[in-house]
C-alpha cells in the first residue's frame, strides 16, 4: 500500500479532497505546541483552508511528551487524512498546513529558536488541562509542580509549556524581537487570562524584569474552540485507506459540526480567520462558559455516568432515553439559567448538543472523556454548581455528575472489575477510595478534600456535601442506569 506523501498524493482526487495550494509556497507563521488530534481535527483544518491566499501563516507543530506523533507525519511530509463522520457516511480530506512535527525532548533548542524567531506571530497551543501545571480550582500555576521546579532550575531546557513559552520570550527579548501572541485552544475556564496569569507567574519567578516585560508586551486572545474528536483506532486506519487508497499512520476522526469563537486581540498580526468560518468577536467568555457548562458539563456527566452503566460510547448511553432526559435536564434547569447571553438560543444550542452526542458514527468512548477528571470538574459542573448555591437553586442533576466522577475514580466498577482510572491525582484518590470503602460519607469527606479541585468551600457546603452523599448511596445500592432513571423518572 502506497504511503500518503508529498510525493504520492493525487493532484485531482476521486471521492476526497486536497490541499487547493502549492505546499512548497507556505512558510511558517504559527508554532503549535501539543500537535495531537484535537489540534488537527481543529485549527489546523481552519488554518489549511486560508493558505491558498495567507500562504505565510503555515503551522510547525511540537510534541511536549511523545514523538508518537512526528514519528507518523514525517514520512507524510506533516500531511494527514480528516475523515468527518456521521450516519450519512465519511468524507475524507487531506490536510497540508502543518508543515513540520518537531519533538520537544529532542530537539528543543530548534524548537526554541523557531518561536523566537521574528516569522512566528503566534503560538498557539492545546496541551489539555494538565499542561497547564496550576491548581484547577484557583487557575494559578502550581510552583511546586515537578515540571516547573524543573524548569525553574532549567530555563533553557524547558520541558512544560509555560516553560517553553517563557524561554523564546526572552530570547525574543533579548533580541529586541516582538513578542508572538499566545493563543490557548483549551478547555480551560477563560483561557486567554488564565493562560496569561501562569505565563507571567512563571516569568516572574524566573526574573522580575522578564515578568514585568511579558505581562506589559504579551497578548493572550481567549477561545473558544470546539469540535468532538474521537481517539483514532485501527480500524479507522483502515476505512480512511479504503476511502483514498493510501495508507496514513495517524489519520483523524471527526464530526461534521465545528465552532471557533476567537478574541480579536493579536497585537503582532494574525491570519483572516474570520474567512474561514471562525467568530471574531471581542468578548469570548460568554462563549466558553456556555461551552464548558453546557456540552462539557453534560460530557462528564454522561462519561462518569455512561462508563458505570456499561457504555462503551457516549452514542450507546444516549440509546437510553433516561441518560437523554437527564442531561437534557441538566442543561435546561440548571446549566442554562447560570448564563447570561442575550440573543443566542440557548435551547436550540442544548438540542444540538443532543443530536451531536447521539452521532452514531463517531464511537467517542466514555472512557476517553473521562480522563483527568481533577483538571475538567472545576469548569465543567462545579463552577455551576457554585453559581446555582449562592442563588439558593437545585443541583441535583449537576451534583449527580459529580457523585458519578466520586464512584468512578474508586477504580472498580458495577461488576467488580478494575477501571484504568488516567488522572494527574489517580494514585492519590485511589488510596482515599480504598480508605473509604464502600462508605458513600468517607468517599466524599476525602475526595472533597482535594482542595486544588473543590476548593475550601465546596466540601463544608451542606446541600452540596448532602446532594452528592445522597446521590452515592443510589450508585452503590442499585447502580448508574437505576440512578438516572429514578432521578429523571
Ligand atoms: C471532551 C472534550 O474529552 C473530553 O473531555 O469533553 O474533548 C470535547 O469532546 C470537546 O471539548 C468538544 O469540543
Request: negative net charge; aromatic residues 6%; contains cysteine.
Amino acid at each position: 500500500m502506497t504511503r500518503l506523501s508529498a510525493k504520492t498524493i493525487p493532484g485531482s482526487p476521486t471521492g476526497f479532497a486536497v490541499p487547493d495550494y502549492d505546499r512548497s509556497t507556505v512558510t511558517p507563521g504559527i508554532v503549535h505546541l501539543g500537535i495531537g488530534a484535537f489540534h488537527r481535527a481543529h485549527m489546523a483544518v481552519y488554518v489549511d483552508s486560508l493558505l491558498a491566499t495567507n500562504p505565510n501563516w503555515g503551522i510547525v507543530g511540537a510534541s511536549l511528551r511523545r514523538p508518537d506523533t512526528k514519528e507518523a507525519l514525517e514520512p507524510q511530509d506533516g500531511l494527514y487524512t480528516v475523515a468527518v463522520r456521521d450516519a450519512s457516511g465519511t468524507k475524507a480530506r487531506v490536510i497540508g498546513s502543518v508543515l513540520k512535527v518537531l519533538d520537544a525532548n529532542t530537539q528543543r533548542s530548534e524548537l526554541l529558536d523557531l518561536m523566537a524567531s521574528p516569522a512566528i506571530r503566534i503560538v498557539s497551543l492545546t496541551v489539555t488541562e494538565k499542561g497547564y501545571c496550576y491548581a484547577p480550582a484557583t487557575g494559578e500555576l502550581d510552583p511546586n509542580h515537578p515540571d516547573i521546579v524543573h524548569d525553574l532550575a532549567n530555563p533553557d531546557s524547558p520541558r512544560s509549556a509555560p516553560g517553553m513559552i517563557v524561554a523564546a520570550l526572552a530570547q525574543r527579548r533579548a533580541a529586541d524581537v516582538r513578542p508572538f501572541t499566545v493563543m490557548s485552544c483549551d478547555n480551560l475556564p477563560s483561557n486567554g487570562p488564565t493562560t496569561r496569569r501562569i505565563v507571567v507567574r512563571f516569568a516572574e519567578l524566573r526574573d522580575p524584569a522578564l515578568g514585568a516585560w511579558v505581562a506589559e508586551h504579551v497578548a493572550f486572545p481567549g477561545t473558544m474552540i470546539d469540535r468532538i474528536v474521537p481517539s483514532t483506532t485501527d480500524a479507522d486506519r483502515a476505512m480512511v485507506t479504503s476511502l483514498t487508497g493510501l495508507e496514513d499512520a495517524w489519520p483523524i476522526m471527526t464530526e461534521p459540526f465545528t465552532q471557533w469563537v476567537i478574541e480579536d486581540h493579536f497585537p503582532a498580526g494574525r491570519p483572516p480567520f474570520e474567512t474561514v468560518g471562525a467568530q471574531v468577536v471581542k468578548d469570548v467568555e460568554p462563549f466558553e462558559r456556555m461551552k464548558l457548562r453546557m456540552l462539557n458539563g453534560s460530557h462528564s456527566t454522561l462519561a462518569y455516568l455512561g462508563y458505570l452503566a456499561g457504555h462503551q460510547y457516549v452514542s450507546d448511553a444516549m440509546g437510553d432515553p433516561a441518560f437523554v432526559k437527564l442531561i437534557h435536564n441538566l442543561m435546561t434547569e440548571e446549566a442554562i439559567p447560570t448564563l447570561d447571553m442575550p440573543g443566542v438560543d440557548l435551547a436550540g444550542y442544548r438540542d444540538q448538543l443532543l443530536e451531536r452526542f447521539r452521532n452514531p458514527a463517531l464511537q467517542h468512548r466514555t472512557w476517553q472523556i473521562a480522563m483527568d477528571g481533577t483538571q475538567k470538574l472545576p469548569q465543567r459542573l462545579l463552577g455551576t454548581i457554585r453559581d446555582r448555591l449562592k442563588a439558593d437553586q437545585p443541583i441535583t442533576h449537576l451534583a449527580l455528575g459529580v457523585a458519578a466522577w466520586m464512584r468512578y475514580v474508586m477504580g472498580i466498577d458495577e461488576n467488580g472489575d478494575t477501571i484504568d482510572v488516567k488522572d494527574p491525582l489517580a494514585m492519590r484518590m485511589m488510596a482515599i477510595a480504598a480508605g473509604a470503602g464502600d462508605d458513600p460519607e468517607a468517599l466524599f469527606d476525602g475526595l472533597s478534600a482535594l482542595t486544588e479541585v473543590f476548593g475550601t468551600d465546596l466540601p463544608e457546603n451542606e446541600v452540596f456535601r448532602g446532594t452528592v452523599i445522597e446521590h452515592l448511596e443510589s450508585l452503590f445500592e442499585i447502580g448508574s442506569a437505576e440512578t438516572v432513571a429514578e432521578l429523571v423518572g
